[in-house]
């Protein structure tokens, strides 16, 4: 049964996206000079807060989105492509697959038609209606540079458009150049798949880094709605390169690039990445760095015990949200600097958000998970993959790029506007709604209960492999009749969350991963805690034995749930099989 409160945020979403989608400007018009008002919303840093007013002003807390995939694609979360068509899913090679086919001029028509598209004005409405005040925008330099250094004629054009329609609407924009020239890290989302970022190798890449920084910082200079320069995405050394020479690398390069700033633009905060963790961002005092916020990404994402991939598991995500508080609190009194979590996921957790967000908030760390969209998820079947975006479940059509013409790849890019093509994530915009007005209350959490059939507890446990290939597989997790005492093992891997359909059937979702049981009847009717949405072999009928006891019967096959010899659960009785349900407390 859906929640009062998240179906209002899913209806309402659903209304503003409606409103109309206006697209980038093309004339390239310069933005620069305070625009909503005056100054007063201009952002300095004062110790280790963010103020209004040049600092004078109140404390503003960033709580915001990221854009991810608009400016720079990555090809997990994009309609970059049907089937393996790239030697690398890339932006890099998906741009020099178009000119191959095509030429520089109809690449170029291509990939602004896929931009046109993916953030429109009816997106900024639907960020501004949950309450957010900040977008960060990735962007991959190749829109502003050329290969040879120079400055693209009208480069700037999408960052001048984000950056005026953020300003009408009061968001703050925060630039994040997101792919470096020569790439600053190793994977998809430096633009180029790679074991040997270029950019710290090669000086040219650097000097356009820094010509790229300098012509930004000339252009949006005592622009208010720009929140800052968050200067590299995720920097990171080539495999094997020895850790601590990097480290001062990075601090020296990120030292060059305060410096080339400054000269343009005395008074913007610029932001520099702590990444993969902590040991390499140097201490600003050292540097006589001034105005500047710290930021790290926090995820859990291949978590692996005993060789199995765990990272969808409570416990796992838990743990990194408690090391991502504690994380924030730590070096911003080390540093004595504002700290911004400016990536993060805790998967299909609502919990473990509602803990990450409220703890933020109380912290008063500013935050933005990614990202606003992703082309996969299906809110309505209950897919929990669709917390990597706020707006997820993309129905239009997707790229064939070695076979459709010009105009095909144009009219398909085309088809992956938000208002038509995609649906709201209802109990996340949920959550980030509430915490956006910056609540630190936590939400009751969903009542689960433990489940009891012939003395025996039932668990969900990843790191059991008796039979292949459930334990092998992160999404197949085996239900095991094997628990003397509900307590035995961590908590939530005895812990189930009941969800009535609505239809005189159940789901049960696994605390564990937020899976949901399904039976497989292709293999005697095994459950696993594998779905992320609910079809019939999810569904359950709760058949009351009149004793205090209840069989659950598969609508996918009438047979019953109980153990099977081996001690796993399955559907394969013919009969009822007694189960008694034990509610759990929070």
């Known amino acids: 049964m859906v929640r009062r409160g998240i179906l209002t945020v899913c209806l309402s979403l659903a209304a503003w996206l409606g409103l109309g989608a206006a697209v980038p400007k093309a004339d390239g018009a310069q933005v620069a000079g305070p625009v909503n008002g005056g100054g007063h919303r201009f952002l300095k840093v004062v110790g280790t807060e963010i103020r209004e007013a040049s600092g004078t002003g109140k404390t503003v807390v960033w709580r915001g989105t990221n854009l991810g995939g608009w400016l720079l694609q990555e090809a997990w979360m994009t309609p970059m492509m049907s089937g393996q068509e790239l030697p690398q899913a890339d932006e890099w090679h998906l741009r020099a697959l178009l000119a191959e086919r095509f030429g520089e001029a109809t690449r170029d028509r291509l990939v602004s038609a896929f931009q046109d598209t993916w953030i429109q004005e009816a997106d900024l409405d639907a960020i501004q209606a949950l309450g957010l005040n900040l977008v960060r925008v990735p962007f991959l330099y190749m829109d502003l540079l050329a290969e040879d250094g120079s400055l693209k004629a009208g480069g700037t054009r999408r960052l001048d458009w984000i950056i005026e329609a953020c300003g009408r609407r009061g968001l703050y924009v925060l630039l994040d150049l997101h792919g470096a020239p020569g790439c600053q890290n190793r994977w998809d ?297 509900a307590a035995d093992g961590p908590a939530d891997w005895t812990a189930f969350t009941l969800r009535e359909l609505g239809d005189g059937t159940l789901a049960l979702q696994a605390r564990l991963n937020a899976r949901y049981l399904r039976a497989n009847l292709e293999v005697a009717g095994r459950l696993t805690a594998s779905s992320t949405q609910v079809g019939p072999p999810e569904r359950f009928r709760r058949v009351d034995l009149g004793d205090g006891t209840f069989a659950l019967q598969t609508l996918a096959n009438g047979k019953y749930v109980g153990p099977d010899a081996q001690g796993a659960l399955a559907a394969e009785s013919p009969v009822p099989i007694p189960f008694t349900l034990h509610p759990l407390h929070p």
């Open 189 to 485: 989302n430096s633009g180029r798949i790679n074991a040997d970022p270029q950019l710290w190798k090669a000086p040219r890449f650097q000097d356009m880094t820094v010509k790229l920084w300098t012509a930004l910082a000339k252009r949006y200079k005592g622009n208010p709605t720009v929140a800052g320069y968050d200067l590299l995405n995720e920097p990171d050394k080539a495999e094997g390169a020895d850790e601590a020479a990097f480290a001062a690398q990075l601090n020296a390069f990120y030292d060059r690039l305060y410096r080339a700033i400054r000269a343009e633009d005395p008074d913007h905060i610029l932001v520099m990445e702590a990444f993969p963790g902590w040991q390499r961002l140097g201490d600003p005092a050292a540097f006589h760095w001034t105005n500047v916020v710290y930021q790290f990404h926090s995820y859990a994402m291949q978590a692996k015990v005993g060789g199995v991939d765990v990272s969808q598991v409570w416990t796992v995500q838990r743990d990194m949200v408690e090391r991502l508080l504690a994380d924030a609190q730590a070096h911003r009194t080390k540093f004595q600097v504002p700290i911004f979590v400016g990536e993060f996921c805790v998967f299909g957790f609502e919990d473990l958000w509602a803990r990450a967000l409220a703890g933020l908030n109380r912290l008063g760390i500013s935050w933005a998970p990614w990202t606003w969209k992703v082309a996969f998820g299906d809110p309505e079947r209950g897919d929990a993959a669709g917390f990597w975006g706020l707006m997820c479940h993309d129905t239009g059509s997707w790229p064939r790029l070695t076979q459709d013409d010009a105009a095909t790849l144009e009219a398909r890019w085309r088809s992956h506007d938000t208002a038509t093509h995609f649906s709201p994530n209802p109990a996340w915009t949920a959550l980030i709604q509430r915490y956006a007005s910056g609540a630190t209350d936590l939400p009751p959490r969903p009542e689960a209960v433990r489940l009891q059939v012939r003395g025996r507890f039932v668990g969900a446990n990843p790191l059991a492999v008796p039979f292949a290939p459930f334990g092998t597989q992160r999404d197949l997790v085996p239900l095991l009749v094997d628990r003397d005492h």
